[in-house]
Each structure stands twice: as C-alpha cells, then as structure tokens.
C-alpha cells in the first residue's frame, strides 16, 4: 500500500507530468505542417484525421514522413525527459499524457489524431525492443492488406502480449495494454469499413 505521506508530496509532480505529455502530444504536427506547405486544412482532405496516413493522401511523402516523425518524437520525448527527471513513474505518467494529448489536443477542440504514430513513439522511449517488434508487425500486415488501420490494430493487439510474456516488463505491458484500448477506440469507424469491406487502402486518395 502506497505511503500516504509519500504519495501527498508526490502527486503534484504526477499532474505536472501528465500535464507536460499532453500539451506535448497536442502538438497537431499534421495539420500544423500540411499548412506551412500551402495544402490547407488536412482535416478538410480524405478521411479528415490529422496523422500520417491522411497526410499521404495529399501526394506528399515529405511532410507524411515529418508528421510521422513528428508525432512518434513528441510521445518519445515526453517519456524520456520524465525519465531523466523524476524516473520511471513519473516518464509512464508523461507518456499516458502525451498518447491523450494527441488524440484530445485542446487546440482542436479535442478533435485528435488516432494515436498510432505517438504510440510506437511512446513505445520506443519505454521498450526500444518492443517498438522494432510493433513495426515489424506493422509493415508485415501493412504488405499483406494494404490496410494501415488493420496494421496498426494488429501491431496494436500483439504489443503489450509481447511485453507481458516474452519481454517481461508488466508495468510497461500494462501502459500499452491501456493506450491500445484507446486506439482501438479511436479506430472504431476503420473496424466498421472494415468489416463492410469499405475501408481505404494505404496510397488511397479516399
């Protein structure tokens, strides 16, 4: 049972720490990016989301591949800087942060992107050998469906199994275990097209 005196001096550094992740990971890279090029609103193309696989949409590889990098270094970024700071409670708290940042940023009016990218960032940070697998995982479904929602749910269902039982790392298997709830949550639509056979496919431009 957690010291009651301990824990009345440490919450404070809990909410600056979730507080840091997710103004962190509200950072729309996505839009922020497509606009600073003159390709306006990105939410107005395709399927309306902010993230990497719309960006693509507008023919543009560059500024796909920034936003990628983008929204995995904002989720990296906020684990390890709590991390060097105030250690490994503190770094999961930041990266739960920064995963509800992206998808509930403030700036847009919690209107996020659906957490992939920032997931493997937050990944990488918490688990490097995880997030080779995650990719892994990814790319290989991604080859076969040409789907990158059901490469992300795929990757996304395996992960925190992989941490749990193989890697051995229950705290981190727990966090991810969270964060791809919320993800399968936030793919809700792309589960429905997909069992109607409606959903897009990677390069699409629908």
Not at 89 to 113: C, Q, S
Not at 170 to 183: D, F
């Amino acid at each position: 049972m957690p010291d009651p005196i301990s824990w009345a001096f440490s919450w404070p550094y809990f909410i600056a720490a979730l507080v840091f992740g997710y103004l962190l990971g509200s950072i729309p890279f996505g839009l922020v990016l497509t606009k600073l090029a003159g390709l306006g609103d990105i939410r107005n193309i395709g399927s309306g989301n902010i993230g990497t696989t719309n960006v693509l949409r507008t023919g543009n590889k560059g500024l796909a591949a920034l936003t990628l990098l983008g929204d995995m270094l904002k989720g990296t970024t906020a684990y390890l800087v709590a991390y060097r700071f105030y250690g490994p409670d503190m770094a999961v708290t930041a990266g739960f942060g920064a995963f509800i940042g992206h998808l509930f940023p403030v700036w847009l009016k919690f209107k996020g992107g659906k957490g992939v990218a920032t997931y493997l960032g937050i990944l990488l940070g918490l688990h490097w050998q995880a997030a080779i697998a995650f990719a892994l995982i990814w790319i290989a479904v991604a080859a076969v469906s040409r789907f990158s929602s059901l490469s992300a749910l795929a990757a996304s269902l395996i992960t925190p199994l992989l941490l749990g039982f193989y890697f051995r790392v229950p705290q981190a298997s727990e966090l991810m275990a969270l964060l791809s709830v919320l993800l399968w949550i936030k793919h809700a639509d792309n589960i429905k097209r997909l069992l109607a056979g409606t959903e897009s496919r990677i390069g699409s431009r629908g």
